[in-house]
Every structure is written in C-alpha cells, then in structure tokens.
C-alpha cells in the first residue's frame, strides 16, 4: 500500500513540475514577444495569432499526458489564472509605455510649424490605427 502512494505521489509530483515547466515556457514565450516588441518596437510579422488558447494547451496536456477528465477541468483555470497574473504585471508598464509616448509626441509636436501640427496628427492617427490591428488578442 505504501508502495503504491509513493508511487501515485511522484506520479503527481512530476505532473506538477511539467505543468510549472509548460506554464513557464508559455509566460516566457509571451514575455520575450512582448519585450521585443514593446522595448525594441520590432514589427516583424507574427507567425500565429498570438498564444495559444486555453483549450488549445489543454488539449496537447492531454494528449500528451493523457490526463483525466477530473485533471482537464483543474487545469483550465490554471492557465487562466496565470494568464490574468501575467496581464495584471504588464498593465502599468502599458500605462508608463503610454504615458512616455504622449509625451514624445507632445515634444515632436512643439517643434512643428502650426502648417506641420495637422499632417503629424494624421501620421499619428495611421500609426495608432496600425498598433492597434498589429496588437496580440485578448483573452
């Protein structure tokens, strides 16, 4: 009997440690394209539109540890409530990253000529159309 816990025990404890691991190579992968993106403005073209969805990493977990159904369930809100952490952490950099843009803009725009000021507004408007197309789904 002992033998048998012992061995369920483990089995438990190496599902949780490649759970941990594929969490952390999916924040990773997430946190390395924001970087890049947000610290070095790189517009390259995505290859997928963005990270894989909940069920969509559920799903390979399952196929790959052929998990219960009991265990799909638990590991959903898993992901979710990972995923809300990772936004929670990125939502005041988007706030300063915002805020240090205004005020680039402002300092561009008080160089201008008053004839200058609308076609800058217009170049803005076009670039801020573009960010927002180019920017990763909500989840």
Not at 37 to 51: D, F, I, L, N, S
Not at 70 to 76: F, H, N, S
Not at 107 to 136: G, H, N, S
């Amino acid at each position: 009997m002992e033998a048998t816990n012992s061995s369920k025990t483990r089995r438990e404890a190496a599902l949780l440690v490649f759970v941990v691991f594929l969490l952390g190579l999916l924040v990773g992968g997430v946190g390395n394209h924001l970087w890049g993106e947000r610290v070095w403005g790189r517009q390259q073209p995505r290859p997928h539109a963005g990270p894989p969805s909940r069920e969509e990493v559920v799903n390979k977990l399952t196929a790959e540890l052929q998990l219960t159904p009991d265990q799909q369930k638990q590991i959903g809100p898993i992901i979710d409530d990972t995923r809300a952490q990772i936004r929670a952490v990125y939502e005041p950099a988007d706030a300063e990253h915002e805020k240090i843009r205004q005020q680039g803009r402002a300092r561009i725009r008080a160089v201008l000529t008053p004839e200058q000021q609308p076609k800058f507004d217009q170049f803005l408007q076009r670039m801020d159309e573009q960010r927002k197309k180019d920017a990763p789904p909500q989840h």
